[in-house]
Nanobody
Framework: QVQLVESGGGLVQAGGSLRLSCAASGRTFSRYAMGWFRQAPGKEREFVASMSRGGDTTDYEDSVKGRFTISRDNAKNTVYLQMNSLKLEDTAVYYC?????????????????WGQGTQVTVSS
């Protein structure tokens, strides 16, 4: 089992940047594919980005391509989401999630473990 704790959220102006971190407990972090999801008020949780267990494959939702970058440091049991050129519509609670397996997916139902989320608010 793994516990996930997100950090790095906050209030930022449109066009600014934030880097989210997700720290995992335990010594099995390298066994998990990782994903980032977000949920805006009144909306369903949606896929943002994912990375395979080995870190060699990434996937991004179309609206964040070219602006967001997912990365992982297995030695630090941490996955990151670098968010640049933030837009008002990026405002949401961001969650990291771990999937037991090699490949990540876009479906939140495939993920086994979730963090509590970190709020990202983009202002004009």
């Amino acid at each position: 089992q793994v516990q996930l704790v997100e950090s790095g959220g906050g209030l930022v102006q449109a066009g600014g940047s934030l880097r989210l971190s997700c720290a995992a407990s335990g010594r099995t972090f390298s066994r998990y594919a990782m994903g980032w999801f977000r949920q805006a008020p009144g909306k369903e949780r949606e896929f943002v980005a994912s990375m395979s267990r080995g870190g060699d494959t990434t996937d991004y939702e179309d609206s964040v391509k070219g602006r967001f970058t997912i990365s992982r440091d297995n030695a630090k049991n941490t996955v990151y989401l670098q968010m640049n050129s933030l837009k008002l519509e990026d405002t949401a609670v961001y969650y990291c999630a771990a999937l037991v397996g090699i490949w990540a997916t876009r479906s939140l139902y495939d993920y086994n473990y979730w963090g509590q989320g970190t709020q990202v608010t983009v202002s004009s």
